[in-house]
């Protein structure tokens, strides 16, 4: 036989290890599906209403600043990670309609304007969080007692907004908060659903333990400094969806350890600072997007050494 | 387990990569490969500068005659790999640097004439100059892949003190196992040619590195160091099997703890750093006088019966996959050496090189590049602790400056960023343009 064919010339290297992005995104995806499960048992079908107006808007939107831009859509994830991130941040009143402007402010204007994947500056989810409560602030703040209270319906305090659970160590309230029988935004109520999907996404090395461990530690330690209940803390409010799944995100989170670090530190400061001393009872998502904003700053000062690098004598002379 | 103290304790790297090795040569002893009816001999086989031709057209050369060299201080000689009548010139791509460089074409006489060898009688008296200048004549050239010709990095300069020699057996590219099947059946041989570069440059220490995916080796070699009585000289590292775990920066930080600089060489930390098959090709230049003609070559992936052989250079890539059973199914890529670092072919009528330690045939699909998400993954495995994804976004832009400040230079290609981006970014190939291009602007010396 006579080998003749038309042969593939290509750089090296020609292996590739097959960890693709939709690959991480579909991972992502996985770990959230447990705090999704946990929203719809505690929130009833109106959660998943909220998650799939936002997932579906999420990613037309996407197709459509596609198309407007001439580039090609590719079905990698991203749009649903984003669009499920943003459901879960949802009040569980909140009319969809506004679901729908946060999705496509995300995609739109947050992710898409800057350049699309990789380009965006600030987590989608959480910035469009964040213009949802400036453009609807009584939507965005109505909180209603999950079903397993059997309180159905009825308006109540998040924890974070009654002023009486800050200095009190109550280990029923822990369980309920753990376990994610409390008022608050779909998805972050239920810790234990939000470690084991973090704690999946760590195990799989899809995420660095850095960010998490840190803001998480930070928070433990500075809230046990201004003497009160750290526990309540770390299960309060958003600090646990955001610590394992916003501030983990990779575009918008630094890429060098040392930046990491610094990163997951910075945000424990001021998260406790914005919960104790700000005017809103939550500072979970200002930290973030704050932070955001220094990440190419810190990349550029934390980079590691590089191998070989002295001073040579011929240098100096 | 490990009385003799030969072997010291496993070291690892927290860079690199554990990559799919697919050794499915591994226990495939080295068969030789058939004379092919004509050689191509690259006059370009080596690091550094171009020979020139020796022999014209119409000539009738023997095996092992020195056919091209060049008064160039970097330089090696080649010679012929069989006996014949030299038919004319050609071209051929040099894969390191895909330029293209003259090659000797002879035609077989199917008769495999040797010049006159000339073995040393007593290579114990040699002169370390004598030495040298057989490994010159014939024309060693590093077998690891960089062909770097052997008798400089044996000479280093007066001011650079040697105190370690380090013996490169990891072999962590996939698929390869020649290094491996070369220390199992010549590794008489390659401890022979350890001992002569020992008296070249008498070094306080000697570490024969291996992977340790390679235990058989690493027993085998142990076997004839203390067989040699050198168990107290001789000591062999056991490495992690991970890419690129036989890089000569990443030895001298794994086993001595010492980094070279940047821009500099593995001497500028004290350390000499050969192949396996280099030593092995050391001990037949300087004891049996013979050149450097053959290698052995992994012939391996899609073909129907992978195989290690003993190939003379110059044969085409055509001869020794048809010796393999030819190509199966539907496999559309042929590589020259290693799946991480070597060169895909558009023809199969290159020629075999001293460089060349496999060839690999592989079904591969272009990946449509994306966007880099800033996932951090190319840091994480970089030996040489840069920021891959900024050097390939500068290359990219243009911004060559940023990238020698962000230094570039340290690179040393291994690939590994490449391999692991979720994005199919070609950082490496944006990091040797970037090379290349500061390269040419660089004032000249």
């Not at chain 1, 280990?171 to 753990?178: D, E, T």
């Not at chain 2, 491996?180 to 002569?196: K, P």
């Not at chain 2, 040489?384 to 340290?410: F, I, S, W």
């Amino acid at each position: 036989m006579k080998l003749q064919r038309a042969f593939l010339v290509s750089p090296s290297p020609h292996l590739w290890r097959g960890i693709s992005i939709s690959r991480i995104m579909y991972l992502v995806v996985l770990a959230l599906l447990l705090p999704t499960g946990a929203a719809i048992y505690f929130f009833g079908l109106r959660a998943l209403a909220i998650l799939a107006v936002s997932v579906a808007v999420s990613l037309l939107t996407e197709y459509l600043c596609k198309k407007m831009r001439r580039r090609a859509f590719v079905m990698d994830g991203s749009a649903v990670v984003t669009g499920m991130l943003l459901g879960l941040t949802m009040p569980p009143t909140v009319p969809l309609w506004m679901v729908a402007v946060g999705a496509v402010f995300a995609i739109a204007i947050v992710k898409e304007a800057f350049g699309g994947l990789g380009h965006n500056i600030f987590n989608p989810a959480l910035a469009a969080r964040a213009f949802m409560a400036v453009s609807f602030p009584l939507p965005m703040t109505t909180w209603v007692a999950p079903r397993g209270l059997g309180l159905d319906g009825l308006t109540s305090a998040t924890p974070l907004s009654g002023d009486s659970v800050w200095q009190q160590f109550d280990p029923a309230a822990h369980q309920a908060m753990f376990l994610g029988n409390t008022s608050g935004s779909l998805g972050e109520t239920s810790a234990l659903a939000l470690l084991i999907g973090g704690c999946l996404l760590l195990g799989l090395r899809m995420i660095d333990w850095r960010i998490p461990v840190f803001y998480i530690g930070v928070v433990a330690v500075f809230t046990l400094a201004l003497g009160q209940d750290p526990i309540f803390h770390i299960l309060a409010g958003g600090l646990m969806i955001c610590a394992f799944f916003m501030a983990t995100d990779y575009v918008t989170s630094p890429l060098t350890n040392r930046g990491k670090i610094i990163f997951g530190i910075s945000l424990g400061v001021l998260t406790v600072l914005i919960r104790q001393f700000g005017g809103m009872p939550e500072g979970v998502l200002y930290s973030i997007l704050i932070m955001n904003a220094f990440t190419p700053l810190i990349d550029r000062y934390t980079g590691e050494k590089p191998y070989g690098l002295v001073k040579r004598a011929k240098d100096a002379g | 387990m490990n009385k003799s103290g030969v072997i010291l304790k496993k070291k690892s790297s927290p860079h690199g990569v554990k990559v799919p090795e697919r050794k499915l040569t591994a226990g495939r002893p080295i068969e030789r490969a058939p004379l092919p009816e004509k050689a191509v001999i690259s006059l370009h086989q080596n690091l550094g500068a171009p020979g020139e031709a020796l022999v014209r057209r119409g000539d009738r050369v023997l095996t092992g005659q020195r056919i091209g060299d060049s008064d160039k201080f970097v330089s090696a000689p080649v010679h012929a790999t069989l006996s014949g009548e030299v038919t004319g010139t050609t071209m051929v791509i040099n894969p390191p640097t895909a330029q293209p460089v003259e090659a000797l074409v002879i035609g077989s006489d199917g008769t495999d004439e040797w010049v006159q060898l000339e073995p040393a009688d007593r290579p114990e008296d040699l002169s370390a100059e004598e030495i040298l200048d057989r490994i010159r004549q014939a024309g060693i050239v590093g077998l690891g892949g960089a062909a770097f010709p052997s008798h400089i990095k044996l000479a280093p300069p007066k001011k650079a003190t040697i105190d370690t020699i380090i013996l490169n057996g990891c072999e962590c590219e996939p698929y390869a196992t020649s290094d491996h099947r070369v220390m199992l059946e010549y590794g008489d041989r390659v401890l022979s040619g350890l001992n002569i570069i020992r008296r070249l440059l008498s070094p306080q220490s000697v570490y024969i590195a291996i992977e340790d995916n390679k235990e058989d080796a690493i027993a085998h070699m142990e076997d004839l160091i203390i067989g040699m009585g050198l168990e107290e000289t001789i000591k062999i590292v056991p490495l992690e099997s991970k890419y690129p775990m036989g890089a000569e920066r990443v030895l001298t930080k794994l086993l001595l703890n010492r980094e070279v600089p940047i821009g500099g060489l593995p001497l500028d930390v004290g350390a000499v750093i050969h192949n396996v098959g280099t030593t092995k090709a050391i001990h037949e230049a300087v004891v049996e006088g013979r050149p450097l003609i053959e290698r052995v070559v992994t012939v391996t992936g899609a073909v129907k019966d992978p195989k290690n052989l003993m190939v003379r250079f110059g044969t085409p890539l055509r001869t020794l996959i048809e010796f393999c059973g030819g190509i199966v199914g539907s496999a559309n890529k042929v590589i020259l050496g290693g799946p991480m670092m070597g060169f895909a072919q558009f023809d199969l009528d290159f020629p075999t090189v001293k460089g060349t330690n496999s060839v690999i045939v592989k079904d591969d699909s272009a990946l449509a590049e994306q966007q880099c998400i800033r996932c951090g993954r190319c840091i994480e495995v970089c030996p040489m602790r840069l920021m891959p994804t900024a050097l390939a976004r500068y290359a990219q832009a243009g911004h060559y400056d940023l990238c020698k400040e962000a230094y570039v230079d340290n690179c040393f290609e291994c690939g590994v960023c490449t391999y692991a981006c979720p994005a199919n970014i070609p950082i490496v190939q944006h990091i040797k343009v970037a090379k290349r291009e500061l390269a040419r602007r660089a004032p000249r010396k």
